[in-house]
């Protein structure tokens, strides 16, 4: 079986947030499997 390291969304829906701030910021990435949130 051959592995891909593209990353396919097709057909779901895609939610981005962004929270900033003064000093600081973070965002999130939320689909209908996973959620990603990273912090700066």
């Given amino acids: 079986m051959a592995q891909s390291k593209e990353i396919n969304f097709k057909g779901q829906n895609v939610y981005a947030g962004i929270d900033v701030h003064l000093k600081q910021w973070s ?3 939320i689909t ?3 959620i990603r949130k990273s912090y700066e």
Avoid: C, D, F, V
């Fill in 27 to 29: 965002e999130a990435i």
């Fill in 32 to 34: 209908a499997t996973k």
